[in-house]
């Protein structure tokens, strides 16, 4: 089977509580869930009937079953999924605070390192990475060995394709400071990656990591200096911004009340994907992603509130935003409707 998307890093089981605005002390009961942002862009996009599978590692042991299980689920391809006999499955836990808009991620078995790191190159299928119609990957499977050996060799049998040929490369910035021993040292794992990748998406602190500090646009046109084609820079309450060599695109944020932000990222991914997989304008795929994103920021969990494309063209339709076809051929049933955000 030749994937749509094919993802590879990080997978976990999320362990989110059913009390809502406290602290993990005082949280009498939790629900489980798949999890890792990698393996939730692969379950978004097979929401919009994308044929997806995801390369990673679990541990030996129930909680690894239970991933796999998940994963036929969603009708996420797990053949690239196999167990690690030394480490136990990951797992997350997470508090959940909407009233502070704070939602703290604990990692459990993850130091002094996690199945998903042990990816080996050696054990790629090289083939079906190359065929992919998008390769996603994370800065994260960068920090650690073998992992960082199998993210380069992947990201090197990639066809290097223009934005024409439809066939895309991301990288998502997804930095976290506790598997690393500097930003210094994320900032040159990246450099080495970004002349392979087509797109690079990121927010505000996740850009300055990988490039330095500075303004959205200054950020975005140093990622596309390094060989990036399209720089996603997501600038939080005033929405997200993308650029080109030869466009400028904003697209204003979704409103909704949010439950718990943790999810809204993958979810923006994997709708991401099914829009450049679709063919849309750039300004349509952000506000697709955009609405996929509040949608999930507006439920508890990551992997099972991924929308259908239903959910998502009707919250653009109530917020009156252009909507686009939605299936996975990407109809253009409404290319008549103008689409917001300046273009340059």
């Given at each position: 089977?030749?994937?749509?998307l094919?993802?590879?890093?990080?997978i976990?089981?999320?362990?989110?509580?059913?009390?809502?605005?406290?602290?993990?002390?005082?949280?009498?009961?939790?629900?489980?869930?798949?999890?890792?942002?990698?393996?939730?862009v692969?379950?978004?996009?097979?929401?919009?009937?994308?044929?997806?599978?995801?390369?990673?590692?679990?541990?030996?042991?129930?909680?690894g079953?239970?991933?796999?299980?998940?994963?036929?689920?969603?009708?996420?391809?797990?053949?690239?999924?196999?167990?690690?006999?030394?480490?136990?499955?990951?797992?997350t836990?997470?508090?959940?605070k909407?009233?502070?808009?704070?939602?703290?991620?604990?990692f459990?078995?993850?130091?002094?390192?996690?199945?998903?790191?042990?990816?080996?190159?050696?054990e790629?299928?090289?083939?079906?990475?190359?065929?992919?119609?998008?390769?996603?990957?994370?800065?994260?499977?960068?920090?650690q060995?073998?992992?960082?050996?199998?993210?380069?060799?992947?990201?090197?049998?990639r066809?290097?394709?223009?934005?024409?040929?439809?066939?895309?490369?991301?990288?998502?910035?997804?930095?976290?400071?506790?598997?690393?021993?500097?930003?210094?040292?994320?900032?040159?794992?990246?450099?080495?990656?970004?002349?392979?990748?087509?797109?690079?998406?990121?927010?505000?602190?996740?850009?300055?990591?990988?490039?330095?500090?500075?303004t959205?646009?200054?950020?975005?046109?140093?990622?596309?200096?390094?060989?990036?084609?399209?720089?996603?820079?997501?600038?939080?309450?005033?929405?997200?911004?993308?650029?080109?060599?030869?466009?400028?695109?904003?697209?204003?944020?979704?409103?909704?009340?949010?439950?718990?932000?943790?999810?809204?990222?993958?979810?923006?991914?994997?709708?991401?994907?099914?829009?450049?997989?679709?063919?849309?304008?750039?300004?349509?795929?952000?506000?697709?992603?955009?609405?996929?994103?509040?949608?999930?920021?507006?439920?508890?969990?990551?992997?099972?509130?991924?929308?259908?494309?239903?959910?998502?063209?009707?919250?653009?339709?109530?917020?009156?935003?252009?909507v686009?076809?939605?299936?996975?051929?990407?109809?253009?049933?409404?290319a008549?409707?103008?689409?917001?955000?300046?273009t340059?």
């Amino acid at each position: 089977m030749t994937h749509e998307l094919l993802t590879i890093g990080r997978i976990s089981v999320d362990i989110y509580p059913n009390d809502i605005g406290v602290g993990l002390e005082d949280v009498n009961s939790f629900g489980k869930y798949l999890g890792g942002s990698p393996s939730n862009v692969a379950v978004a996009a097979a929401r919009y009937g994308r044929r997806t599978g995801v390369i990673t590692r679990t541990g030996d042991d129930p909680f690894g079953e239970y991933l796999h299980r998940e994963l036929r689920k969603f009708n996420v391809d797990d053949t690239f999924v196999s167990p690690v006999k030394e480490y136990p499955t990951a797992v997350t836990f997470c508090a959940i605070k909407p009233a502070t808009d704070e939602f703290p991620l604990y990692f459990y078995g993850r130091f002094p390192t996690a199945p998903d790191l042990q990816i080996e190159a050696g054990e790629l299928d090289l083939d079906a990475i190359r065929e992919a119609g998008i390769f996603w990957s994370t800065v994260t499977g960068l920090c650690q060995e073998p992992s960082r050996s199998a993210h380069i060799a992947a990201h090197k049998a990639r066809p290097r394709t223009g934005l024409k040929e439809g066939q895309f490369t991301i990288l998502d910035l997804d930095y976290r400071p506790m598997f690393w021993a500097s930003e210094e040292q994320a900032r040159a794992e990246v450099a080495k990656i970004l002349p392979q990748v087509t797109v690079a998406i990121g927010n505000d602190k996740e850009c300055a990591v990988a490039v330095g500090e500075g303004t959205p646009d200054e950020q975005a046109d140093r990622l596309l200096a390094a060989g990036v084609e399209i720089a996603v820079v997501k600038l939080g309450p005033e929405g997200v911004m993308a650029k080109t060599r030869t466009e400028r695109v904003v697209s204003a944020p979704v409103p909704v009340e949010t439950l718990n932000g943790l999810g809204a990222g993958d979810s923006f991914g994997g709708a991401f994907c099914h829009g450049l997989l679709s063919g849309w304008p750039l300004a349509r795929v952000l506000d697709y992603a955009n609405a996929a994103g509040a949608i999930v920021a507006s439920r508890l969990s990551c992997a099972d509130a991924m929308p259908t494309p239903d959910e998502v063209t009707s919250l653009l339709a109530e917020r009156g935003r252009p909507v686009p076809g939605t299936g996975a051929a990407g109809s253009e049933a409404n290319a008549q409707l103008a689409v917001e955000g300046a273009t340059l």
